[in-house]
């Protein structure tokens, strides 16, 4: 076994071994399912500038793919190998670990908030629950639309309709699965017709599943600080902290120091199983050679503050800030080129005339855009317009302007 070094390990190590365990390391022949497994799970999002981030995430890794067979694994007939359910929010989980949502799923079944408390306390809501369940079990699988509702506006559950509300409920119940999608609008239907006959159902107790999840997430975090595993397990760092205090009194966890992007050293945890990793890139031997482009939601960026603290950048989603008040723009992607964050770019795909078009495009201060990065990026964009189908790129503003100029000419 692998001993950790008394002196700190240098700032590309620790960037090479969070990128190894991402899988963004350089190009590889994993399957999308290996990436998902990889990461964990992959989380949903609705924002349609360019695909949906959930297929970005595999594009990333795997650069071109057909988005169908990804499709094909979430609901395919047969092929069935991942699931919907809450992870890091919403998100698209390997069968595998199925097992590890059952407890998340009784919490839910017993009224995992007050609000869901009072809303199953009333009896015309037991009843919409049994009208919605029948008619799923009668008629086959029914999405929301299939639900007819006159009634006035609410103000309370996002305005949802009871028959949303419900639906909602044997989702998070696990007595409802997402047995498909139709222009991208949940299509439900009962678990016993959704769920393969080979996946482990066993419940575990809500101690193994939370340990599951710490663990999970620190193998796939590579090394972060301890409270980040709680963006993996989908909960609070308090409720993490004595589960990975427990890891590293056992062994499974070891603490070591790092170079921060700040010029300082950090205290930080890696999985026992990630420690020759870290050894090997201390060492010069662990080379990240990938140049891509990360959707605001990749996984990568979910532990906060990480990507400050190993990159020196600040991942930042600004699809919900008023437009004066962007910097980066909508939907903005980092480009990550061979081990650094150098930039990033807001696009926006105009479908119907195959254009890709750039809102605004950044280099990072400090980083110029020499003839190898503009090479990398212009290799990285073709794949990325390939992906959408997009014959003709636009940059609207370039910083700086030369960049812009200078990809254009490139492409």
């Not at 990630?274 to 891509?292: C, F, I, K, M, S």
């Not at 400050?308 to 919900?320: D, S, T």
């Amino acid at each position: 076994m692998s001993v950790p070094r008394s002196a700190p390990y240098p700032l590309d190590a620790l960037q090479a071994v969070a990128l190894h365990t991402q899988g963004l390391e350089g190009p590889h022949h994993d399957g999308i399912l290996d990436v998902v497994r990889r990461v964990g799970c992959v989380q949903i999002d609705t924002l349609h500038r360019v695909q949906r981030s959930q297929y970005l995430v595999i594009w990333s890794r795997l650069g071109q793919y057909d988005p169908a067979e990804f499709d094909r694994l979430m609901f395919g007939d047969g092929e069935r190998r991942l699931f919907e359910y809450w992870r890091h929010a919403a998100s698209i989980i390997p069968l595998d670990y199925y097992r590890y949502s059952i407890p998340a799923m009784q919490h839910h079944r017993e009224g995992a908030s007050q609000g869901w408390q009072e809303w199953l306390a009333d009896a015309e809501n037991q009843r919409m629950l049994s009208h919605v369940r029948e008619r799923i079990e009668q008629e086959g699988p029914l999405r929301v639309a299939d639900f007819k509702y006159d009634g006035p506006k609410r103000g309370t559950w996002w305005d949802w309709k009871p028959a949303k509300i419900a639906l909602e409920h044997l989702y998070n119940t696990g007595d409802a699965m997402i047995a498909n999608r139709v222009n991208f609008h949940r299509v439900y239907d009962l678990r016993e017709r959704v769920l393969p006959d080979w996946v482990d159902t066993t419940p575990p107790t809500r101690e193994e599943a939370m340990r599951f999840h710490v663990e999970q997430g620190l193998r796939a975090l590579g090394v972060c600080r301890p409270d980040h595993t709680a963006s993996y397990a989908f909960t609070y760092p308090t409720v993490v902290r004595p589960h990975v205090a427990a890891l590293v009194e056992e062994g499974t966890v070891i603490e070591i120091h790092g170079e921060l992007a700040s010029g300082e050293e950090g205290a930080l945890v890696i999985h026992r199983d990630n420690l020759p990793l870290l050894e090997q890139a201390a060492d010069g031997g662990l080379p990240v050679e990938r140049t891509t482009f990360l959707s605001p939601f990749d996984s990568l960026f979910w532990a906060a503050g990480r990507d400050e603290a190993f990159w020196g950048f600040q991942q930042r989603l600004e699809a919900y800030k008023r437009a004066e008040d962007r910097i980066w723009g909508y939907f903005s992607l980092a480009i990550l080129r061979r081990g650094r964050l150098i930039g990033r770019f807001d696009p926006k795909l105009e479908r119907k005339i195959g254009t890709l078009r750039l809102e605004h495009l950044h280099l990072e201060p400090g980083v110029e855009p020499e003839e190898a990065l503009v090479a990398d990026v212009t290799g990285a964009m073709r794949d990325f317009m390939a992906f959408h189908s997009a014959t003709e790129l636009v940059v609207e503003h370039s910083n700086p302007p030369e960049f812009g100029d200078k990809l254009l000419a490139a492409l």
